[in-house]
């Protein structure tokens, strides 16, 4: 019998896809159409203090090989993902869900990460930290520095299990430093990867999203070897109680396996899911399932971060 289940934060999940923040989770009723599909579970939308309207339209299209979005963040609030996540714990106790999350400014942060503390709240925070954070600075986790001070902070006080979103690295040195950094905490996961910032995508002589004059995160079939590098990368220099969740260019089982592969314990579906709706999740884990069949695997501890490579 093959088994795609898999194991986040010592919680259990019958399958090791789900949908990835900002795709089919804005709300409860997008969440439970994915919570009642094959997905293993989900993760919101990423929450802000307060609903935020997002930037103008059009702000996301969907291009022959993946998409460019600059949505700006809308959200329905924090409170709005966290009620609906403390009835889910009431109604479906026995499952886990992923709360994403992230403050539009250091003290937003924590103030949102307090809150999170002292609910009710027992299932997996994701902290987003591919996020501008502060005019004039990058987003917080290329702002080495700031990150590193976020999660000092953060770790003072939260004691519920925490991960973060990052954004794809391009830097052996950046790997390492990054890493240097999340290994000094006691992070459940890393999220890798969230879109390839600022792309531009031309159709005839224009831009194709209004926001930054048509710049925007990239995602799809164009990410997937950063996506695959990051985690890898990163599942080479983590301390094993830290896990790697995989999000990037995933379309097919082949592509949940190479992310498995690179060391993967939960992969994330982003626009394939925004494409062709929750049955993806269906399709991609029947795909996985005859990939690992084919080969022999009945778990997926049985090839995850065993990647080859070519001998000297
Ligand atoms: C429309 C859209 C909205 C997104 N919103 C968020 C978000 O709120 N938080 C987040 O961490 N990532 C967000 N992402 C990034 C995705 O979670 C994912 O990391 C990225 O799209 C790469 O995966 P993919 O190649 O499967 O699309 C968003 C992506 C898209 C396409």
Known sequence: MV???TQIAGFAFDNCLMNAAGVACMTKEELAEVKGS???TFVTKTA??????GNPEPRYQDVPLGSINSMGLPNNGLDYYLDYLLELQE??????????????SPEETHTILKKVQVSDFKGITELNLSCPNVPGKPQIAYDFETTEKILSEVFAYFTKPL??????????????QAAAIFNKYPLKFVNCVNSIGNGLYIEDESVVIRPKNGFGGIGGQYIKPTALANVHAFYQRLKPEIQIIGTGGVLTGRDAFEH?????????V???????????????????????????????EDFRGKLKYIEE
């Open 3 to 5: 088994s795609t289940s």
């Open 38 to 40: 094959a997905a293993g």
């Open 48 to 53: 802000t203090l307060e609903f935020r309207q």
């Open 91 to 104: 109604s479906e106790p026995n499952r886990t869900f992923f709360l994403s999350l992230v403050g539009m």
């Open 163 to 176: 991960g973060i979103k990052l954004p794809p690295y391009f830097d052996i040195v950046h790997f390492d």
């Open 260 to 268: 498995i592969l690179c060391g993967a314990s939960m992969v994330q």
């Open 270 to 300: 982003g626009t394939t899911l925004h494409k062709e709706g929750v049955a993806a999740f269906e399709r991609i884990t029947s795909e996985l399932k005859d990939i690992m069949e084919e080969k022999g695997y009945e778990s997926l």
